[in-house]
Protein backbone atom coordinates (compact mmCIF):
# COMPACT_ATOMS: atom_id res chain seq x y z
CA UNK A 1 0.00 0.00 0.00
CA UNK A 2 0.93 3.47 -1.10
CA UNK A 3 1.29 5.54 2.06
CA UNK A 4 1.09 9.63 1.06
CA UNK A 5 1.37 12.44 2.81
CA UNK A 6 -1.78 15.30 3.38
CA UNK A 7 1.01 17.40 1.76
CA UNK A 8 1.44 15.15 -1.37
CA UNK A 9 -2.12 14.69 -1.95
CA UNK A 10 -2.57 18.13 -1.84
CA UNK A 11 -0.07 18.77 -4.73
CA UNK A 12 -2.01 16.14 -6.23
CA UNK A 13 -4.97 17.80 -6.29
CA UNK A 14 -3.47 21.12 -6.97
CA UNK A 15 -1.51 19.72 -9.93
CA UNK A 16 -4.99 18.16 -11.28
CA UNK A 17 -6.77 20.98 -11.43
CA UNK A 18 -4.22 23.54 -13.15
CA UNK A 19 -3.03 21.05 -15.73
CA UNK A 20 -7.04 19.65 -16.34
CA UNK A 21 -5.28 16.18 -15.58
CA UNK A 22 -7.40 13.15 -14.37
CA UNK A 23 -6.38 11.58 -11.28
CA UNK A 24 -5.04 8.74 -12.55
CA UNK A 25 -2.93 10.88 -15.34
CA UNK A 26 -1.53 12.94 -12.12
CA UNK A 27 -0.95 9.52 -9.97
CA UNK A 28 0.83 7.71 -12.74
CA UNK A 29 2.90 10.60 -13.74
CA UNK A 30 3.63 10.85 -10.24
CA UNK A 31 4.55 7.28 -9.86
CA UNK A 32 6.85 7.54 -13.11
CA UNK A 33 8.92 10.42 -11.27
CA UNK A 34 8.83 8.46 -8.47
CA UNK A 35 10.35 5.06 -9.89
CA UNK A 36 13.09 7.42 -11.95
CA UNK A 37 14.10 9.08 -9.21
CA UNK A 38 14.50 5.62 -7.53
CA UNK A 39 16.36 3.98 -10.08
CA UNK A 40 18.63 7.43 -9.53
CA UNK A 41 19.01 6.47 -5.75
CA UNK A 42 19.88 2.66 -6.70
CA UNK A 43 22.24 3.40 -9.03
CA UNK A 44 23.98 5.60 -7.30
CA UNK A 45 24.20 3.66 -3.56
CA UNK A 46 25.41 0.74 -6.17
CA UNK A 47 28.45 2.73 -7.19
CA UNK A 48 29.19 3.80 -3.47
CA UNK A 49 28.68 -0.17 -2.75
CA UNK A 50 31.01 -1.04 -5.33
CA UNK A 51 33.86 1.64 -4.59
CA UNK A 52 33.83 0.29 -0.52
CA UNK A 53 33.85 -3.34 -1.74
CA UNK A 54 36.83 -2.48 -4.04
CA UNK A 55 38.88 -0.77 -1.41
CA UNK A 56 37.80 -3.53 1.25
CA UNK A 57 39.12 -5.93 -1.50
CA UNK A 58 42.47 -3.85 -1.47
CA UNK A 59 42.72 -4.05 1.93
CA UNK A 60 42.35 -7.07 2.25
CA UNK A 61 44.95 -8.57 -0.11
CA UNK A 62 47.46 -6.40 1.88
CA UNK A 63 46.82 -8.04 4.80
CA UNK A 64 45.83 -11.32 4.07
CA UNK A 65 47.36 -14.20 1.46
CA UNK A 66 45.62 -14.04 -2.20
CA UNK A 67 44.11 -17.64 -1.65
CA UNK A 68 42.79 -16.91 1.78
CA UNK A 69 41.05 -13.83 0.50
CA UNK A 70 39.66 -15.65 -2.61
CA UNK A 71 38.09 -18.49 -0.23
CA UNK A 72 36.42 -15.98 2.08
CA UNK A 73 34.87 -13.92 -0.69
CA UNK A 74 33.83 -17.51 -2.41
CA UNK A 75 32.63 -19.58 0.29
CA UNK A 76 33.17 -17.43 3.87
CA UNK A 77 35.37 -19.87 4.89
CA UNK A 78 38.99 -20.57 5.12
CA UNK A 79 40.82 -23.86 5.86
CA UNK A 80 43.62 -24.24 8.19
CA UNK A 81 46.83 -24.90 6.83
CA UNK A 82 49.95 -26.28 9.07
CA UNK A 83 53.16 -25.37 8.68
CA UNK A 84 56.04 -27.08 9.88
CA UNK A 85 58.30 -23.86 10.06
CA UNK A 86 57.59 -20.64 10.18
CA UNK A 87 59.52 -16.76 10.66
CA UNK A 88 58.05 -14.00 12.15
CA UNK A 89 60.72 -11.12 11.23
CA UNK A 90 60.32 -7.19 12.72
CA UNK A 91 62.40 -4.58 11.41
CA UNK A 92 62.93 -1.21 12.61
CA UNK A 93 65.62 1.56 11.25
CA UNK A 94 67.40 2.15 14.11
CA UNK A 95 67.59 6.29 14.39
CA UNK A 96 65.40 6.76 11.78
CA UNK A 97 64.02 10.01 13.25
CA UNK A 98 67.57 11.29 13.67
CA UNK A 99 68.39 10.58 9.89
CA UNK A 100 64.71 12.14 9.06
CA UNK A 101 66.08 15.09 10.90
CA UNK A 102 69.24 15.81 8.71
CA UNK A 103 67.86 14.36 5.44
CA UNK A 104 65.54 16.17 3.41
CA UNK A 105 62.12 14.70 2.38
CA UNK A 106 63.17 13.14 -1.05
CA UNK A 107 66.35 12.05 0.22
CA UNK A 108 64.34 9.92 2.91
CA UNK A 109 61.74 8.58 0.51
CA UNK A 110 64.45 7.17 -2.08
CA UNK A 111 66.09 5.25 1.09
CA UNK A 112 63.34 3.77 1.77
CA UNK A 113 62.09 2.84 -1.61
CA UNK A 114 66.21 1.40 -1.81
CA UNK A 115 65.68 -0.90 1.90
CA UNK A 116 61.89 -2.14 0.82
CA UNK A 117 62.38 -2.42 -2.81
CA UNK A 118 65.61 -5.01 -2.46
CA UNK A 119 64.19 -6.52 0.62
CA UNK A 120 60.71 -7.16 -1.54
CA UNK A 121 63.16 -8.33 -4.40
CA UNK A 122 64.90 -11.45 -1.71
CA UNK A 123 61.12 -12.26 -0.36
CA UNK A 124 59.59 -12.77 -3.98
CA UNK A 125 62.82 -15.43 -4.77
CA UNK A 126 61.27 -17.35 -1.63
CA UNK A 127 57.78 -18.88 -1.02
CA UNK A 128 56.75 -15.71 1.53
CA UNK A 129 53.88 -13.65 2.58
CA UNK A 130 54.45 -10.48 3.58
CA UNK A 131 52.63 -8.48 6.06
CA UNK A 132 53.54 -4.76 6.47
CA UNK A 133 52.96 -3.03 9.96
CA UNK A 134 53.53 0.25 10.51
CA UNK A 135 54.85 1.70 14.22
CA UNK A 136 54.71 5.66 15.43
CA UNK A 137 57.13 4.77 17.85
CA UNK A 138 59.88 7.29 18.61
CA UNK A 139 63.88 6.17 18.45
Partial sequence: MLHCSWRIWSGLII???KHNES???TLIRRLQLYSRNLEHLVEERTEL???ERDRADRLNFMLLPRPVVKSLKETGLVEPELFEEVTIYFS???????????STPMEVVDMLN?????FDHILDH?????VTLESNRRD
Avoid at 114 to 118: A, G, P, R
Wanted: include cysteine; charged fraction near 25%; proline fraction near 0%.
Fill in 15 to 17: SMT
Fill in 126 to 130: HDVYK
Fill in 92 to 102: DIVGFTTLCKY
Fill in 23 to 25: YMD
Fill in 114 to 118: DIYKN
Fill in 49 to 51: YKA
